[in-house]
């Protein structure tokens, strides 16, 4: 949600804002609406104190026995006049907020202006990619061939888009998440939260999911939903609350089944595990002050990098454009982890900034100088389990269809130096 009074003060910078993001001018209708819905408060409140004082004249002629029925029935035509005028409020507020709830972010200053992802820009990167004296394989032959990664069972079970994982490729999907939560917060500074992975309406409308994005999701009837990252219920751990700047900054992190329709998707990574319906991640989520959050970006950044480093593994950092970025975020870095098989680098983590956007959804503020303002908010994948799971299958395997397994997590498997 954004700021009304940033929008009236700054029409053009706000349009020319939502042209970055490849979204119509609006504010013209936005200060329009906002204009009828003011001029009908003010009016209303001028009835009301015009209704107040009829009352108090009418309450004294009764006391000294007056005749008031004049006054009664003007009090009569001014409740007509303020149900009607309620009425208005009501509907103006709703049309401005209808449309509103469907506006992005306003992109940071400092965001690459373009239209899509080709128009990212490269951060840094980390390390060298791997070299093999043959063609390496993709995960999914990797996993196939090792009779450790079944699509048609899962398929059988519940269509496409899903996988199923065996014996020691299950284990090292669940020690990879171990490893991650023991790193965030061990080393990171995240506190670890277990939440629900049912979620209702009002906890995705804070976070910006609804109502635009419903296609996107799994209902599970009776206003519930099946989140679609640990994002969701991390960040409104802090909805409705006024939050003591002292206490700040909160980092979480959680563990989670994600679950996602993937609509937008037809056609794209069909074969493997890179884009399913159900997967799991290690999230983490910050909650600060405004004058925090942009050093704060950099830190939960560092935190997500730093599982790639200690698994050794190539990537790059990209700067996301205004046409790429996520819908809640005013800045968005994403690390894209190098595969050989697809020969390809591959997101593996988006760390966004999304300012006071899902605060203002969510009402959290922070009491800061006997005001209180509105908090700033962070997310990130810390990692997405199954990509790295890729990442170690194609970055760690051999020539004769073997994995190694990183160093980091062989205490898992009893300092074991392959799957098989």
């Not at 990167?125 to 999914?140: D, M, Q, S, T, W």
């Not at 593994?313 to 809640?328: E, N, P, S």
Request: with cysteine; charged share 30%; net charge neutral.
């Amino acid at each position: 949600m954004l700021d009304i009074d940033f929008i009236r003060k700054n029409p053009s910078e706000f349009d020319n804002a939502l042209k970055s993001r490849n979204v119509e001018s609006i504010s013209k209708r936005i200060i329009k609406i906002d204009e009828e819905k003011r001029n009908t408060q003010t009016i209303l409140q001028n009835i009301l104190a015009e209704k107040n004082l009829l009352s108090k004249k009418i309450g004294i002629g009764k006391s000294k026995k007056e005749n008031v029925d004049s006054e009664i029935k003007k009090v009569e035509k001014l409740n007509n006049e303020i149900s009607s005028l309620k009425e208005l409020e009501k509907i103006k507020i709703d049309e401005l907020t209808a449309i509103l709830n469907r506006i992005p972010n306003i992109p940071a200053k400092d965001v690459p202006i373009g239209d899509n992802e080709n128009d990212n820009i490269e951060y840094k990167k980390y390390g060298n990619k791997p070299k093999f004296n043959f063609i390496p394989k993709k995960h999914f032959e990797l996993g196939e061939n090792l009779n450790l990664m079944n699509f048609e069972l899962s398929s059988k079970l519940s269509g496409s888009r899903f996988v199923v994982l065996k014996g020691i490729m299950s284990k090292l999907e669940r020690a990879i998440a171990t490893f991650m939560l023991d790193k965030h917060t061990l080393e990171n500074g995240y506190t670890e939260i277990s939440v629900p992975f049912l979620v209702k309406d009002s906890s995705l409308y804070g976070t910006g999911q609804l109502p635009k994005f419903a296609e996107d999701l799994f209902t599970a009837g009776e206003n519930h939903w099946l989140i679609p990252t640990a994002e969701v219920p991390l960040t409104n751990l802090v909805r409705e609350q006024i939050l003591l700047e002292n206490e700040l900054p909160s980092r979480f992190t959680a563990y989670t089944p994600c679950f996602r329709s993937e609509a937008g998707a037809a056609g794209k990574d069909t074969r493997g595990m890179l884009r399913q319906h159900q997967f799991t991640k290690v999230e983490l989520v910050s909650v600060t002050t405004p004058d925090q959050s942009e050093k704060e970006l950099e830190r939960m950044l560092n935190s997500a990098e730093s599982i790639l480093r200690d698994l050794e593994i190539h990537y790059r950092i990209v700067t996301l454009c205004t046409g790429d970025m996520g819908f809640a975020a005013k800045k968005t870095y994403d690390i894209e982890v190098w595969l050989p098989g697809e020969n390809a680098y591959r997101e593996i983590s988006s760390c966004s900034n999304c300012g006071d956007f899902q605060s203002r959804r969510m009402n959290t503020k922070i009491k800061k100088d006997n005001k209180n303002i509105y908090a700033h908010t962070l997310n990130g994948s810390g990692l997405a389990v199954g990509r790295t799971l890729i990442a170690i299958l194609e970055n760690y395997q051999t020539q004769d269809g073997n994995v190694l397994i990183p160093e980091c997590l062989q205490k898992y498997f009893d300092n074991k130096k392959t799957l098989i």
